[in-house]
């Protein structure tokens, strides 16, 4: 199958193919009001004062309870090595056809996998959408070509993790628990590390067509970079809310496996990618979860009855990806 980037290579596209036209809701709504995420000042929680940390701990709750996504700022991982993400990703999306062939995967949990859409065999519609997906942890595999993506690839997905250890932590205070407790539960730092990259090419018609459709998120939390180009809207009180990233910060939702953990506490977002008709707009998500073979259930020491059964972390994985994407479809499968 033609990538939609190679649709656009091919010089002959004027309009959205059919195959492409996604059907959005008729009763949507867009939120035109300044309402955006909250802010998470990272340095408070690594280093602040104890009534800073505090306070920041009781800001990382609200931004989970209220939003279940929030930006991350003064996170210590340099410009730099963000850029160079960014940069590498994109050469490997303008590698050949060919070349990025080689690493299309026929299975979900395949340590490399590069497509296009969603699930090509269930989507009723195609996705305006490009993807790339590697299993960087516990055990690091990257793409042979381009030059240099190895390297760039493991130092920028050992700084996420560190970032997403500490804000594990802040979290796992936020409930009342012992800062390590997420941690330990869920044996993160044996845990699974997925970086999805996504490329959406300018469409000739965006309105017909979707990036990523409303879903959630699997795993504890998602990290997530762009390239400076608005695309991400949340779903919060009923409307569709545009996010526009502060300057050198991360985006953070929190994913199907902290909703179960948390007995539905902290609840996992439905969120979309919409495109644009101008530039291509990449995005970097890095997906923190367990291993694969970890059961994660209901935390016992957290007072809420549980709102989910306990599932292993590559059961999930599977389910998720050989179906259609669909809103919480798969979390609501194993809802209590």
């Not at 195959?19 to 939120?31: N, P, T, V, W």
């Not at 850029?83 to 070349?99: C, G, R, Y």
């Not at 990806?321 to 209590?336: E, N, V």
């Amino acid at each position: 199958m033609f990538s939609v980037k190679g649709l656009l290579d091919s010089g002959c596209l004027d309009n959205v193919p059919s195959k492409y036209a996604y059907k959005r809701k008729s009763d949507e709504c867009i939120s035109f009001d300044e309402e955006t995420i909250p802010i998470i000042d990272f340095s408070l929680l690594t280093s602040g004062t104890p009534e800073e940390h505090s306070k920041v701990i009781q800001d990382i709750g609200n931004a989970c309870q209220e939003w279940g996504f929030f930006m991350v700022i003064n996170h210590g991982v340099p410009k730099k090595v963000r850029d160079e993400m960014i940069e590498s990703i994109e050469s490997f999306f303008n590698l050949t056809e060919e070349e990025k062939q080689e690493y299309a995967g026929k299975e979900p949990i395949d340590p490399i996998r590069y497509g296009t859409s969603f699930n090509v065999t269930e989507d009723k519609a195609l996705l305006w959408r490009d993807y790339l997906k590697i299993l960087v942890h516990p055990h690091f595999v990257s793409p042979r070509n381009p030059a240099g993506f190895s390297k760039v690839l493991e130092e920028y997905c050992r700084k996420t993790r560190e970032v997403a250890n500490e804000l594990l932590k802040g979290i796992s205070k936020s409930l009342g628990l012992e800062e390590n407790y997420i941690i330990k539960k869920t044996n993160v730092e044996m845990g699974s590390q997925m970086l999805v990259a996504n490329l959406y090419p300018p469409c000739p018609q965006p309105d017909i067509a979707m990036g990523l459709p409303p879903h959630s998120d699997y795993g504890l939390i998602t990290l997530l970079i762009q390239n400076g180009l608005q695309g991400l809207q949340v779903m919060h009180h009923g409307k569709w809310v545009p996010i526009t990233p502060l300057l050198d910060s991360f985006i953070v939702n929190i994913g199907d496996h902290m909703e179960i953990l948390t007995k539905g506490k902290y609840k996992s977002v439905v969120h979309r990618a919409v495109v644009n008709s101008k530039a291509t707009r990449i995005s970097i998500g890095t997906a923190h979860g367990p291993p694969l073979e970890t059961v994660i259930s209901p935390a016992e020491e957290l007072s809420n009855p549980p709102a989910h059964l306990a599932i292993k972390f590559r059961e999930y994985l599977e389910l998720q990806q050989s179906r259609q994407l669909q809103g919480k479809s798969c979390l609501d499968s194993i809802r209590i």
